[in-house]
């Protein structure tokens, strides 16, 4: 489930023009999250304290209980800190 919700975060920040990493993920699991089963995923962003980021997301069932929820911290970068990475890996590959 946490990278169900680091993805859903991910997306969250390409629709608000943010390119950001991440840099703290705390879940906490409510209820049993089944395989087969339809859920609803909300994000949001709560807050921005200069580069950082305070994120929250929840996950429901179909009956709209809550069956995950999370907080997260990312950190706002350069687009130049993608490219770096990509040319370290492809250096070390």
Not at 21 to 47: F, G, I, Q, W
Request: glycine letters at 4%; aromatic letters at 8%.
């Amino acid at each position: 489930m946490a990278t169900v919700i680091d993805d859903l975060f991910g997306f969250l920040l390409y629709t608000v023009g943010e390119l950001a990493v991440t840099r703290n993920l705390d879940m906490d699991y409510l209820a049993p999250v089944l395989l087969d089963t339809p859920y609803t995923l909300h994000a949001e962003v709560r807050s921005r304290h200069g580069r950082k980021l305070n994120l929250a997301a929840r996950m429901e069932d179909l009956e709209g209980r809550s069956v995950t929820t999370a907080t997260a911290v990312f950190i706002v970068v350069e687009a130049e800190h993608f490219l770096q990475s990509r040319a370290k890996a492809r250096r070390q590959a």
